[in-house]
């Protein structure tokens, strides 16, 4: 279910290499963001006392490893992410129907079997950073709305909760696959903000009004000159 609060709509990337940074940014914005994400950079180097630490504090987390692998690898993963006790995690949709089920029934199981609310399970249709010229290397023909629109709808039928997509993808995502399907959406940038490498932007007002649930945020408060001031005019923009 989407969030009614609006801070508890802000997914922070912790986009940092060491625990001790990861720990002063929790401890920052712990009562303005919803969720903290952890993402494959501080997961390798800090691991799963990263996790810990933020679920000590009281705060969720995301655990962004994007798996993609075959269906028996995948569903492990997921077991442990479970185990973890992480409130998102996520996966390619191109690793298939066959992964993304085995998955979803994997954690199911071991999140009943502990007694713990199962994760809400998240997939990557195409990365953002992918255009069409990347999707013809590597032999996808279609256009890229079209297969951003197929591979959601894939992820609906096999019990994913929802998605992870650039906020021009709403549209055809929403038509597809109905308003109860959570849409994550990073590229969130103010007309104001630097837009770093995101190319395809939006405030976080506009991705709200199109539809999105959650939305990831790192460098327009991480680097703004007063974070918690940013995060207060984000929060503002959305409610
Ligand atoms: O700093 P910025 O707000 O651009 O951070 C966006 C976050 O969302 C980063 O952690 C990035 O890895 C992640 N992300 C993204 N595009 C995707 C998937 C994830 O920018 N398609």
Known sequence: ???????????????????????HWVNLLKDRVGIFKVGKQLF???????????????????????????PNTVAKAGEEATKLEVAM???????????MKKTVEASRVIAKGL??????????????SMDEEALREVGVQG??????????????????????????????????????????????????????DQKRTMSPKEAIAAGADYLVIGRPIKEAKD??????????DIS
């Open 1 to 23: 279910m989407s969030p009614v609060n609006p801070k508890d709509k802000i997914i922070f990337a912790l986009d940092v290499e060491h625990f001790g940074e990861a720990q």
């Open 44 to 70: 390798t180097h800090a691991g799963p006392k990263v996790i810990d630490m933020i679920r000590k504090k009281g705060q969720k987390v995301f655990l962004d490893l994007k798996y993609h692998d075959i």
């Open 89 to 99: 995690f996520n996966l390619h949709a191109l690793g298939g129907l066959a992964m």
């Open 115 to 128: 007694g713990i609310p199962k994760p809400l399970i998240l997939a990557v249709t195409i990365l953002t």
């Open 143 to 196: 256009p890229l709305l079209e297969e951003v629109g197929r591979l959601a709808f894939l992820s609906l039928k096999a019990g994913m909760d929802g998605v992870v997509a650039s906020p021009q993808e709403i549209g055809i995502i929403r038509e597809r696959c109905g308003e109860k399907f959570l849409i994550v959406t990073p590229g969130i940038r103010h007309p104001s903000d630097k837009r770093d």
């Open 227 to 236: 974070p918690l001031e940013a995060v207060e005019r984000i929060i503002e």
